[in-house]
C-alpha cells in the first residue's frame, strides 16, 4: 500500500516538501491525546521480550528513529505511537539557524538510498528544550543529539556544544555529540582525539550534572580510518561515556555532494559496529545505524554487538509503519528461538 503511493504519488514531490508534510502532520497528531494512546496501543511494540536497558534507560523495543528526521522535536511522540522505541531528535545547535540552500535532500530510489546536505537546519536549542519541556501523553524515549552552529569557529565549538548541553541535557534520556555530519564545514575535524577530548570532557561534565546523570554517547562517521575508529573507542572508553553511536551519512561516493544514506551504507556500518565490539566488548553502550532495511538487519546488528539499532532511510521507503512492522517481526522471531533481545546481543561477537 506505501509503496504504491511512494512510488505513484510521493516520488512526484520534492523530497523535502514531503518531508516538511509528514512532520506537520505528526506534529499534529502529537497533540491529539485519544488518537495518539489509540496508535501507541496498536503500533508501539509491547512484548517483553523485546525491551532492552541500556546505560539505565529502558527501551520497549530495540529499533529507534535515527537523529535528522524530528531535528526540532516537534513530534517524538507521534513516532513513539508509531512503533519506535525511541527518537534521536536533532541535530539541535546552540543558535538557530536556517541550514543549507535548497534542493538538499535527494532521493536514489534505484539503490534505496538519500543523499542530504541539510546543514543542521533548526529553531536552536532554547526552542528544543521549550518543546521537550511539554508533558507527554504517551511514553517515549528521547535522545538528544546536538552539534555545532555553523558561524561558530571551531576554536569556539567547545564553548557552543555546551551552551546546547546545558539546556538540553536535564530533558534528555541521553546525550549525543553529533561529530560526524558531512554538511557543516570542519565538524568531522573535531573526530580527531586531540580535539575531541576536550569536546566530549567538557559535554560530560554538563551531562553529569543534571539531577539524573544524563547519559552521554558520541556519533561518529563511517569514513573514519580504521584506526580512528579504534582511537575514538578507546577515548569513549577512557572518559566513561556511554556508548557510541555507528554511523552518520558516508561521504564517499558520487553523484549530488552530501552525506548518503540507506542501502549502500549497510556494510561500512556492520565493519565499523563490528570493529567496535572487538575494540570495546560490551563496556560500552553499541548503536548500530546505516542501511537498516528490515528485520534480518537489525537481527545481524543485535547479535554483532548493537544494544540499540536505529534507521531513517529504511522508514523513508518503508512507510510510516516501518518501526511497528519490524518490531512485531522480530517479537515473532524471538518467540521461535524462545529467545529475547538482551541475550542475542553479540551473540556472534568476537
Ligand atoms: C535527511 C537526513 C538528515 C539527517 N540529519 C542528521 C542530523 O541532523 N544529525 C545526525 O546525527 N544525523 C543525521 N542524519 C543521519 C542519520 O541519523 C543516520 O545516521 C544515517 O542516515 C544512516 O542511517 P540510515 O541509512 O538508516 O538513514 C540524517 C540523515 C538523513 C537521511
Same mark, same amino acid.
Given at each position: 500500500?506505501?509503496?504504491?503511493?511512494?512510488?505513484?504519488?510521493?516520488?512526484?514531490?520534492?523530497?523535502?516538501?514531503?518531508?516538511?508534510?509528514?512532520?506537520?502532520?505528526?506534529?499534529?497528531?502529537?497533540?491529539?491525546?485519544?488518537?495518539?494512546?489509540?496508535?501507541?496501543?496498536?503500533?508501539?511494540?509491547?512484548?517483553?521480550?523485546?525491551?532492552?536497558?541500556?546505560?539505565?534507560?529502558?527501551?520497549?523495543?530495540?529499533?529507534?528513529?535515527?537523529?535528522?528526521?524530528?531535528?526540532?522535536?516537534?513530534?517524538?511522540?507521534?513516532?513513539?505511537?508509531?512503533?519506535?522505541?525511541?527518537?534521536?531528535?536533532?541535530?539541535?545547535?546552540?543558535?538557530?539557524?536556517?541550514?543549507?540552500?535548497?534542493?538538499?535532500?535527494?532521493?536514489?530510489?534505484?539503490?534505496?538510498?538519500?543523499?542530504?546536505?541539510?546543514?543542521?537546519?533548526?529553531?536552536?536549542?532554547?526552542?528544543?528544550?521549550?518543546?521537550?519541556?511539554?508533558? $507527554?501523553?504517551?511514553? %517515549?524515549? #528521547? =535522545?538528544?543529539?546536538?552539534?555545532?552552529?555553523? !558561524?561558530?569557529?571551531?576554536?569556539? @565549538?567547545? *564553548?557552543?556544544?555546551?551552551?546546547?548541553?546545558?539546556?538540553?541535557?536535564?530533558?534528555?534520556?541521553?546525550?549525543?555529540?553529533?561529530?560526524?555530519?558531512?554538511?557543516?564545514?570542519?565538524?568531522?575535524?573535531?573526530?580527531?582525539?586531540?580535539?575531541?577530548?576536550?569536546?566530549?570532557?567538557?559535554?560530560?561534565?554538563?551531562?553529569?550534572?543534571?539531577?539524573?546523570?544524563?547519559?552521554?554517547?558520541?556519533?561518529?562517521?563511517?569514513?573514519?580510518?580504521?584506526?580512528?575508529?579504534?582511537?575514538?573507542?578507546?577515548?569513549?572508553?577512557?572518559?566513561?561515556?556511554?556508548?557510541?553511536?555507528?554511523?552518520?551519512?558516508?561521504?564517499?561516493?558520487?553523484?549530488?555532494?552530501?552525506?548518503?544514506?540507506?542501502?549502500?551504507?549497510?556494510?561500512?556500518?556492520?565493519?565499523?559496529?563490528?570493529?567496535?565490539?572487538?575494540?570495546?566488548?560490551? $563496556?560500552?553502550?553499541? %548503536?548500530? #545505524? =546505516?542501511?537498516?532495511?528490515?528485520?534480518?538487519? !537489525?537481527?545481524?546488528?543485535?547479535? @554483532?554487538? *548493537?544494544?540499540?539499532?536505529?534507521?531513517?532511510?529504511?522508514?523513508?521507503?518503508?512507510?510510516?509503519?516501518?518501526?511497528?512492522?519490524?518490531?512485531?517481526?522480530?517479537?515473532?522471531?524471538?518467540?521461535?528461538?524462545?529467545?529475547?533481545?538482551?541475550?542475542?546481543?553479540?551473540?556472534?561477537?568476537?
Amino acid at each position: 500500500m506505501y509503496r504504491l503511493l511512494f512510488t505513484q504519488v510521493l516520488r512526484r514531490f520534492d523530497a523535502e516538501a514531503v518531508h516538511h508534510a509528514t512532520v506537520r502532520a505528526l506534529a499534529l497528531l502529537s497533540t491529539l491525546p485519544l488518537l495518539k494512546r489509540l496508535l501507541h496501543r496498536f503500533l508501539a511494540p509491547s512484548d517483553p521480550a523485546l525491551r532492552v536497558t541500556a546505560f539505565g534507560v529502558h527501551f520497549p523495543g530495540p529499533l529507534g528513529l535515527a537523529a535528522g528526521f524530528d531535528k526540532d522535536a516537534a513530534c517524538a511522540e507521534a513516532l513513539s505511537a508509531f512503533g519506535f522505541g525511541h527518537v534521536e531528535v536533532g541535530t539541535i545547535t546552540a543558535h538557530a539557524q536556517p541550514g543549507n540552500p535548497r534542493p538538499r535532500l535527494f532521493r536514489d530510489l534505484r539503490q534505496h538510498a538519500v543523499v542530504n546536505r541539510m546543514g543542521f537546519n533548526n529553531a536552536g536549542a532554547h526552542a528544543a528544550a521549550r518543546r521537550l519541556r511539554r508533558t $507527554r501523553g504517551v511514553p %517515549v524515549v #528521547v =535522545g538528544v543529539n546536538i552539534g555545532k552552529t555553523k !558561524v561558530v569557529p571551531e576554536s569556539e @565549538a567547545v *564553548a557552543d556544544y555546551v551552551t546546547s548541553a546545558k539546556e538540553l541535557a536535564p530533558l534528555a534520556d541521553y546525550l549525543v555529540v553529533n561529530v560526524s555530519s558531512p554538511n557543516t564545514p570542519g565538524l568531522r575535524n573535531l573526530q580527531a582525539v586531540e580535539l575531541l577530548r576536550p569536546l566530549l570532557a567538557a559535554v560530560k561534565e554538563v551531562a553529569d550534572s543534571t539531577p539524573r546523570r544524563t547519559p552521554l554517547l558520541v556519533k561518529i562517521a563511517p569514513d573514519l580510518a580504521d584506526a580512528d575508529v579504534d582511537a575514538v573507542a578507546d577515548l569513549a572508553l577512557e572518559l566513561g561515556l556511554d556508548g557510541i553511536i555507528a554511523t552518520n551519512t558516508t561521504i564517499r561516493h558520487a553523484g549530488e555532494s552530501g552525506g548518503l544514506s540507506g542501502r549502500p551504507l549497510k556494510e561500512r556500518s556492520i565493519e565499523v559496529l563490528r570493529r567496535l565490539r572487538a575494540r570495546v566488548g560490551d $563496556r560500552l553502550t553499541l %548503536v548500530s #545505524v =546505516g542501511g537498516v532495511e528490515d528485520v534480518d538487519d !537489525v537481527w545481524e546488528r543485535l547479535l @554483532a554487538g *548493537a544494544t540499540l539499532v536505529q534507521g531513517y532511510t529504511g522508514m523513508i521507503y518503508g512507510g510510516p509503519l516501518w518501526a511497528s512492522r519490524i518490531h512485531r517481526q522480530l517479537s515473532r522471531r524471538l518467540r521461535r528461538h524462545a529467545t529475547t533481545v538482551p541475550a542475542m546481543i553479540g551473540r556472534t561477537a568476537r
